[in-house]
C-alpha cells in the first residue's frame, strides 16, 4: 500500500490538530454509518467525532475493537471479498484503508477536497472518492493509492453506492447546481461506469436539493434515493400548508420512464432529512431514516412499484400518495443516520448520531428490539444539547423542518429563499454559511438582527416554525451549538502564499488604481472586509441591490472559507467569484476592479480562496 508522502502526513496532522483545537469536553462518538462484515457477524461503525472506526459484535452490540482513522470520518464500506474496509475522512482529505482481520491501518491515501464516502470495485482494484467541496470522484489505483484521474460530479458530490453486478456507481450530491435567483433547483446523480473508469449518465433531479444515499435493488433493477424537495421560490409563510420541504424518493430502473420521484411525507406529518436507505434481499421492503424525526420509514416496494407505475401524472407534491406504500413510521434514537441490514435481511441497524447507539429493527415486525450503547459520554453538555435541538424538527409546526435542513451538516443548502419577515416577493437572500461566527454580528443580509439570541429565537419560532418554539434554556443551548461551529480547514490555504495568491493580495490591499488615481478608502477591498473575518461589521452600498429589494445596503459578509460557499451576494446572483466583478460591479462601487485584466482578477480570486 502506498502511504501519504511524510510531508503530507505532517501537513495532514496539523490540519486535524487546528480543527480539533476548537472542540472542548466530552468526546462524543457521533456514529455516522454503519456496515457489515463480509459474514455477518461484524458490525463496522463510523464515529465522526472521536475520529474512530467502531467494530461491533452483532450479535451482543459490545464495542470489541477501535481504531484511529482520520478527522471527521464520513464515508464507510468493505471491499466485495471483505478483506479491507475503507472510511473516508472528510476534513483530513484522506481514506483509511483497514485490514480487516488485524483491524490496523495499512494504508492512508489522498483524495480531492472533503471525501464523504468510499466505494471500491468489484475486483478490488479501484477506489472510488466522492469530494464534497472540490465537486468530483477520485478514481485511485489499488494497492498502489495512486490517484489516476477525478471525474467530474454535481456540486457537492457526497454518497456512493455500488451496484451489485459491480459495474455502475452512483454518486449523489448535497448541493444544487448554483443557478442564481428565482431558477428552480435541480441536481443529478451521476452514474460511473466502474469498467471504463467513465461516467456515462447524468440523472437528472428536477426541483432537487439535498441528495443522500442511494440503494440499489438486489437484482439490480432499480435504484432508490433519499432527497429534499425545497420550496423555496415561494414565501416561507407556506410552512402549515406543507410547502417548504418535500421529502421523498427518487426511482429509476428497469419499468420506469426516466426518474421517477414520490413522497415519504403525510398531509399533517413530515420526516425530514431523508437519509439513509436500504433494501431487503427479498425486495419486499425498503427503509429510510429520517435525521431530523427520529424515524425509521419501512415501505411496501410492491405496493411502491404498483402505485409509481399505474399513475398517468405527477405525484412528487402528493402529500396523500404515501398512504399507499408506507407501512410503519419506526421511533429510533435520536438523529438516525446510516442504515444497513443484516447479510440474512431479519435485521435493520440504526445509527443514532446524537445518542451514541444502534438501534436494531425486526424487519418481520418493524419494531426496534434492541438498543446497543455504544459508550460514549454520559455527560450531555450544552453543546451536545444544542446540537440535538439544531437536527431536530419537533420545534416547528407539524415538525416540517429543523436547522439542518437549510444548514446540511451545519453549513449551507446552496439556495435562495423568500423568508416572511421581510415581506412577500421582498428581499429574497442567499443562505450563508454558519461556521465560525463568533464576532461577525450583526446578522441577516441587512443586518437586522443584532445577535444570535434575536436570529435564533422569536425570529425562528414566528417567522419559520410557526410554533412556539424553544425555551430559553434550549435558545441558549441551540446559540451555543452554533457559536461553536469550527471552521472547516481551508484547502487553499497554506503556510505561504503562492505567488498568484501573493499578487491577489496585493491586488485586495490596494490603495490606488493602476493609472495612480486614489481609490476612496470606504471603497478599498480590505477596508469593508477587515479584520480576523474579514468584515468590519457594518452595512454598505455596493450597488447589488435588486427591485425587490427594501433596501441597497447589505450586511458586510465575512470571507472566511468564502471559497466554499456559491453562490454569492446577497441574493444569490453571482454563481462564482469572478461573476461579482465581471458582471455585477460595472461602475466599480463594489471595490475597484474594472481596470483589471483577466489575470489580476484571477489572481485577486486565488488570494481570496485563501482566507
Known amino acids: 500500500m502506498k502511504w501519504l508522502a511524510p510531508a503530507l502526513v505532517v501537513a495532514v496532522c496539523l490540519l486535524a490538530v487546528g480543527a480539533r483545537s476548537t472542540e472542548q469536553g466530552p468526546k462524543y ?176 433531479l428536477p426541483n432537487v436539493a439535498g441528495v443522500f444515499h442511494s440503494a440499489v435493488s438486489p437484482d439490480g433493477a432499480f435504484v432508490v434515493t433519499a432527497q429534499l424537495r425545497p420550496k423555496n ?38 420526516f425530514t432529512v431523508p437519509f439513509g436507505v436500504a433494501i431487503t434481499p427479498d425486495k419486499a421492503k425498503l427503509f429510510i431514516s429520517s435525521t431530523g424525526v427520529d424515524t425509521i420509514t419501512a415501505i411496501s416496494i410492491p405496493n411502491l412499484l404498483k402505485f409509481t407505475r399505474t399513475q398517468n401524472h405527477s405525484f412528487a407534491n402528493d402529500l396523500s400518495a404515501s398512504a399507499n406504500y408506507v407501512t410503519r413510521r419506526i421511533p429510533v434514537g435520536r438523529n438516525p443516520r446510516g442504515i444497513a441490514l443484516s447479510k440474512d435481511g431479519k435485521f435493520l441497524y440504526v445509527a443514532n448520531r446524537m445518542d451514541d447507539s444502534i438501534s436494531v429493527v425486526s424487519t418481520a415486525t418493524d419494531k426496534v428490539v434492541s438498543v446497543w450503547d455504544l459508550g460514549g459520554p454520559k455527560e450531555i453538555t450544552p453543546l451536545r444539547r444544542g446540537e440535538q435541538i439544531f437536527n431536530n424538527t419537533k420545534y416547528s409546526f407539524q415538525g416540517h423542518f429543523s436547522c439542518a435542513n437549510c444548514h446540511i451538516d451545519a453549513t449551507f443548502d446552496g439556495l435562495q429563499w423568500d423568508l416572511e419577515p421581510d415581506g412577500f416577493g421582498i428581499d429574497v437572500v442567499d443562505n450563508r454559511s454558519i461556521e465560525d461566527l463568533a464576532g461577525t454580528q450583526p446578522y441577516k443580509w441587512n443586518g437586522g438582527n ?56 496585493i491586488i485586495f490591499e490596494r490603495t490606488r488604481t493602476k493609472s495612480g488615481s486614489a481609490i476612496p478608502e470606504a471603497n478599498r477591498c480590505n477596508s469593508c472586509h477587515s479584520g480576523s473575518k474579514y468584515t468590519n461589521q ?74
Open 29 to 204: 462518538l457521533s456514529p455516522g454509518e454503519v456496515a457489515n462484515s463480509k459474514d455477518g457477524k461484524l458490525l463496522y461503525i463510523v464515529a465522526e467525532k472521536s475520529d474512530e472506526l467502531l467494530v461491533v459484535n452483532a450479535q451482543t452490540g459490545a464495542v470489541i475493537r477501535r481504531v484511529n482513522v482520520g478527522h471527521v470520518p464520513r464515508g464507510l464500506s468493505v471491499s466485495v471479498n471483505g478483506t479491507q474496509i475503507f472510511v473516508a475522512n472528510s476534513w483530513s482529505d484522506t481514506v483509511s484503508i483497514i485490514d480487516a482481520e488485524k483491524f490496523e491501518v495499512t494504508g492512508t491515501v489522498r483524495t480531492g477536497y472533503e471525501p464523504t464516502s468510499a466505494v471500491p470495485d468489484a475486483q478490488g482494484s479501484t477506489l472510488y472518492v466522492a469530494n464534497r467541496l472540490s465537486n468530483d470522484v477520485s478514481v485511485i489505483e489499488l494497492p498502489s493509492g495512486r490517484e489516476l484521474k477525478r471525474l467530474a460530479a454535481g456540486r457537492g458530490a457526497s454518497y456512493l453506492e455500488r451496484s451489485p453486478d459491480g459495474n455502475e456507481i452512483y454518486c449523489t450530491h448535497v448541493y444544487p447546481v448554483a443557478s442564481g435567483p428565482g431558477v428552480t433547483p435541480r441536481s443529478e446523480i451521476t452514474v460511473i461506469d466502474a469498467r471504463t473508469q467513465r461516467v456515462i449518465d447524468r440523472k437528472p
Open 233 to 270: 421560490l415561494i414565501p416561507l409563510a407556506h410552512v402549515e400548508h406543507g410547502w417548504v420541504f418535500g421529502n421523498s424518493l427518487a426511482l429509476f430502473g428497469k419499468g420506469f420512464d426516466g426518474v421517477v420521484q414520490v413522497p415519504i411525507d403525510e398531509l399533517d406529518r413530515y
Open 450 to 505: 443584532p445577535d444570535l439570541p434575536t436570529e435564533c429565537g422569536p425570529r425562528t419560532e414566528k417567522y419559520f416554525y410557526r410554533s412556539q418554539s424553544y425555551n430559553q434554556q434550549e435558545l441558549t443551548d441551540l446559540v451555543t451549538f452554533v457559536l461553536g461551529l469550527p471552521l472547516r480547514p481551508n484547502r487553499f490555504r497554506n503556510h505561504e502564499l503562492a505567488p498568484a495568491q501573493e499578487r491577489g493580495k
Open 538 to 611: 457594518q452595512q454598505v452600498d455596493v450597488a447589488t441591490g435588486k427591485p425587490n429589494d427594501r433596501s441597497p445596503l447589505i450586511d458586510v459578509p465575512q470571507l472566511t472559507n468564502v471559497v466554499y460557499s456559491a453562490p454569492y451576494l446577497h441574493d444569490g446572483s453571482a454563481r462564482s467569484l469572478e461573476e461579482i466583478w465581471t458582471i455585477f460591479n460595472p461602475h466599480d462601487q463594489h471595490g475597484v476592479t474594472n481596470d483589471l485584466t483577466k489575470d489580476e482578477l484571477n489572481d485577486l480570486i486565488e488570494y481570496l480562496r485563501t482566507l
